[in-house]
């Protein structure tokens, strides 16, 4: 097969050449917009999902047609230890500038402008490596009283006027949600909910961790009502081979139903999982079609991709005792286990393993799908602790 007409290219947040199962979720985000813009009230989506299921290619797929429609956007990745405010600042800046300069300049965006001034007050704007304040005239008494959640709602609000009064709609896009502080967080929710009150046509569109939608609920009780969770999973098996088989045909190539009914087993439908496989099976086999002797030698090369790349950066993030306490985890199956079993196999209490826990939570490793049990955040990581550290060496057996 030539490797130059490859449809699949994993990586990370990289739009695959066929994005199947996922239009319920746009088609969602984008009525959202259209309803906002007239004015009508709607909730917030926050797209949850593990790792590898495809949530930043959706943000990005949501921000590309929602820009085709005319409407704006603001896209930001949280990172751990990040404030909302850093974050945000270049975007709202840039924001606000595009609606002063494609629209006839009005009070309202004129006013949205020296808030955001009020607002950034000393923090520096970060584009890069390069860090500048913003200067300019301020509208005192909004958005600068040094309380954050007061100041961020003051700033939506400017921002939903100064939309409004342009005739469109804004979108403010987050990835990786669940690493805003839960302070900034309630901020943000309380932010959320001055807009819907005002009615004005603004939307907080956010992926992250299944940890985000207990996250909301903790930082404002009142957040379910602002927003729907749409679940991000893996695909089912007819939009797994759909994902597969369309561009291998676009290609001008075959692929059997034999080959993707063991691929669909293998990847058990995750789409980052896919992508890899359909990679590394359009390199291994000879001539179309790709059969299921070309899966079996894809499938030991994607392993060792993904073990080398995608599985070895969450690792190396790991102390010793984080590793452990994973490695027990994977000793008792893929599923979500119960904490007690795990401390019980390392040899102490679910007390004492408590702080370990709660870290790996903040690091995106592990989550709670229900109290007392905890679960992997990334799709077959069990299968790589155990291919990385084959011993098992818990205390408790």
């Known amino acids: 097969m030539d490797l130059q007409r490859n449809p699949f290219s994993p990586g990370a947040?990289?739009?695959?050449p066929e994005l199947a199962g996922r239009q319920a979720i746009m088609d969602q985000a984008l009525l959202a917009l259209h309803r906002i813009k007239a004015g009508r009230s709607e909730r917030s989506p926050l797209l949850v999902g593990l790792r590898g299921v495809g949530k930043t290619v959706l943000l990005v797929e949501i921000r590309r047609r929602a820009e085709a429609a005319g409407f704006h956007c603001l896209m930001a990745e949280a990172h751990e230890g990040e404030g909302l405010a850093r974050l945000l600042a270049p975007g709202?800046?840039?924001l606000l500038l595009e609606l002063d300069q494609n629209k006839a300049r009005g009070e309202r965006i004129r006013r949205g402008v020296r808030v955001l001034h009020s607002f950034l007050g000393t923090i520096k704007v970060r584009v890069g490596e390069a860090e500048f304040s913003v200067e300019g005239p301020k509208e005192r008494g909004t958005a600068d009283s040094g309380q954050f959640e007061s100041d961020l709602a003051d700033m939506l609000l400017a921002?939903?006027?100064a939309a409004q009064e342009a005739g469109t709609a804004v979108a403010i896009l987050i990835d990786?949600?669940?690493?805003?502080?839960?302070?900034?967080?309630?901020?943000?929710?309380?932010?959320v909910h001055r807009l819907a009150q005002e009615g004005l046509p603004v939307i907080v569109i956010g992926a992250g961790l299944p940890q985000l939608a207990g996250r909301t609920g903790r930082a404002k009780s009142y957040s379910e009502r602002l927003f729907v969770f749409p679940q991000v999973g893996p695909l089912n098996e007819e939009d797994a081979w759909k994902a597969l088989r369309e561009p291998v045909r676009a290609e001008g190539a075959e692929i059997t139903d034999e080959a993707l009914g063991e691929i669909f087993r293998r990847t058990q439908g995750y789409p980052y999982f896919l992508q890899e496989w359909g990679s590394q099976c359009w390199k291994m086999a000879s001539t179309s079609p790709i059969d299921l002797d070309a899966v079996i030698q894809g499938s030991r090369a994607a392993i060792t991709s993904l073990d080398d790349s995608f599985f070895r950066v969450r690792f190396d993030r790991l102390t010793p005792r984080e590793k452990d306490y994973l490695?027990?985890?994977?000793?008792l199956g893929p599923g979500p286990q119960r904490s007690g079993e795990i401390a019980l196999l390392l040899g102490t209490s679910s007390e004492r393993v408590a702080p370990l826990r709660a870290g790996l939570i903040a690091k995106g490793m592990v989550y709670s799908p229900q109290h007392g049990d905890t679960a992997f955040t990334v799709p077959l990581f069990d299968e790589f602790m155990k291919r990385t550290l084959p011993e098992f060496t818990g205390k408790g057996q």
Request: glycine share 16%.
């Open 92 to 94: 709202l800046r840039r």
């Open 159 to 161: 921002l939903g006027g």
């Open 13 to 16: 947040g990289t739009r695959p």
């Open 176 to 191: 990786e949600l669940q690493y805003i502080p839960e302070d900034d967080l309630g901020a943000l929710i309380m932010g």
């Open 327 to 331: 490695r027990a985890m994977a000793e």
